[in-house]
């Protein structure tokens, strides 16, 4: 990342896409040719060219971790609304408590939020989703924000420095899901901070020198606090 | 279309009653991200015409029983605002209006990933708040920019153009008046990339050389559309800096 605040270089879907490599995620190929499918930004990576998408619903891929919303509750299951174009079904037998049958109700009930973990997907674009890991467990009190998917890298950092400050200067426990949706838990100062900060990180994602811009911000704020 | 009068639509210079070239297009002005509620939105001002797009999904597709195994399903819903011609009008789907509705869902789905998303449904609400003559084509215009917005995998940004015959003479982008008391009307949906055709009616009737002229002429002014496009919707993002 260097210096400069320039922006990356943004392509339409249908732009003809001059830089060499071999065709990855988010471009197609017509008369040997190289398209892009969205509107985003040109990424090449191991030779793979790739357009990263500015916008648009997440996907789910297995592994990730994702936070979603009870919105139905059945004898067996719960449905949970992960932002992706499909409900994914949360069976009792992927929960880490004893779930008698009819009883999922005094477990999670609608409205709930939970951390969970894509355990498979299929090609029809079915998705089951799993809490039986350490780490995974039901979200209580907080706050939840929604992001751009795509966004959620940079909300992230390189190797997780941009969250990492964020919960430095801030105090907030943070858990941020591939699917965009982020929990935000600690004073009520510090909830507002973050949910400034990512959304500053959100309209500026396609933006060079941005963890510089994200700390001067979160000192500036850090230095109303103290009166200052 | 084919009222008779005795309007002359193209003066002696070659002018049209306002004041354009055969092949020249009204102003034209797109706006990308209007919407804060929709997945992707786009609102379009084309000489007269005030065009409002909205793109909500992919999302699971309901009733059930129109979902696609492999695919997704693309509704496009049309509509005129009652306050967007001269005489109020009916609200709700008119037989018109449905047409347009099925013709334009047709050809958005020849330009986007359809088989990415299966059992889903992408909506597209194209709502006509001002019209002046070429709704149609313009809702094109502006549904594909709101589709791009959302963030929906598409082979080409698909453009909407009109032409027409006035007078006997082969013209761009016919406006209200030409519309009612000209000989012909031909919207289009061009896919400017690769040159093809996603859209073509005619109202009126024109020779063989005449449709072909016509063809050509709206294939030229896609062309400039569509770097009108690429200029809306790179500048949602670069303003931001």
Same mark, same amino acid.
């Given at each position: ?38 509107? /985003? ?24 971790? !994702? ?10 299951? $719960? ?6 174009p ?5 069976? !009792?037998?992927?929960?880490? $408590? ?9 477990? =999670? ?11 498979? &997907? ?5 998705? $089951? ?54 929990w ?31 700390k ?5 704020e850090?230095?109303?606090?103290? /009166?200052? | 279309?084919?009222i ?20 020249? =297009? ?11 509620r ?7 001002? $084309? ?6 797009a ?11 029983? %129109? *979902? ?11 509509s005129?605002?009652?306050?967007? &011609? ?11 209006? &449905? ?24 909506? &597209?609400?194209?709502?006509? @708040? *001002? ?40 013209? =761009?982008? =016919? ?15 061009? @896919? ?13 009737d ?13 294939m030229?002014?896609? *062309? ?15 303003? %931001?800096?």
């Open positions: 990342m260097n210096e400069k605040r320039g922006v990356r270089k943004i392509v339409v879907p249908g732009e003809l896409i001059k830089e060499m490599g071999k065709p990855g995620n988010g471009v197609f190929v017509e008369n040997g040719k190289m398209y892009s499918a969205y509107l /985003g930004v040109v990424e090449i990576r191991a030779g793979y060219v790739n357009v990263i998408p500015l916008s648009g619903c997440y996907v789910p891929k297995k592994g990730d971790k !994702v936070i979603g919303k009870i919105i139905d509750i059945a004898p067996m299951n $719960w449905v949970v609304d992960i932002n992706a499909y409900y994914a079904p949360l069976h !009792v037998n992927d929960v880490p $408590w004893h779930v008698d049958f009819g009883y999922t109700a005094r477990y =999670l009930s609608i409205g709930d939020v939970i951390l969970a973990k894509v355990s498979n &997907v299929n090609e029809l674009g079915q998705v $089951w989703i799993t809490m039986k890991e350490q780490g995974l467990r039901k979200l209580e009190g907080g706050h939840i924000i929604q992001i751009s998917p795509f966004k959620v890298p940079r909300v992230i950092g390189k190797g997780g420095s941009m969250i990492q400050m964020l919960k430095e200067y801030t105090g907030c426990r943070i858990y941020v899901g591939q699917n965009g949706m982020i935000i838990s600690g004073s009520p100062e510090g909830i507002i901070t973050v949910i400034k900060a990512i959304r500053m990180i959100e309209s500026e994602a396609h933006t060079y020198g941005l963890t510089d811009r994200i001067a911000f979160l000192e500036e850090r230095g109303e606090e103290h /009166g200052n | 279309m084919g008779k009068s005795d309007i002359r639509l193209i003066d002696d210079n070659g002018l049209r009653i306002d004041g354009r070239l055969p092949n020249q =297009l009204r102003p034209i002005k797109m706006e990308v991200g209007v919407l804060d929709a997945d992707g939105s786009a609102y379009i001002e $084309w000489g007269g015409n005030k065009i409002m909205a793109v909500y999904g992919p999302r699971e597709a309901y009733p059930k029983h %129109v *979902q696609e195994a492999e695919k997704a399903i693309i509704r496009a819903r049309y005129m605002a009652p306050f967007s &011609v001269d005489e109020r009008k009916r609200p709700g789907p008119d037989r018109r209006a &449905v047409e347009l509705s099925k013709v334009i869902s047709e050809a958005l789905e020849s330009v986007i990933f359809v088989e990415k998303y299966p059992r889903t449904s992408i909506d &597209v609400y194209i709502e006509v @708040l *001002q019209a002046d003559a070429g709704t149609r084509v313009a809702g094109i215009t502006a549904a594909s920019l709101a589709l791009a917005d959302a963030g929906i995998p598409m082979r080409d940004l698909i453009v909407g153009c009109a032409a027409g015959k006035i007078d006997g003479v082969v013209v =761009l982008d =016919l406006n209200k008046e030409e519309d009612n008391y000209g000989e012909a009307d031909v919207p289009m949906a061009i @896919l400017p990339r690769t040159r093809e055709i996603a859209l073509l009616q005619m109202d009126g024109m020779t063989y050389e005449e449709l072909t002229g016509a063809i050509e002429m709206a030229e002014a896609a *062309q400039t559309i569509h770097k009108m496009q690429i200029e809306a919707l790179k500048r949602k993002y670069v303003e %931001v800096e």
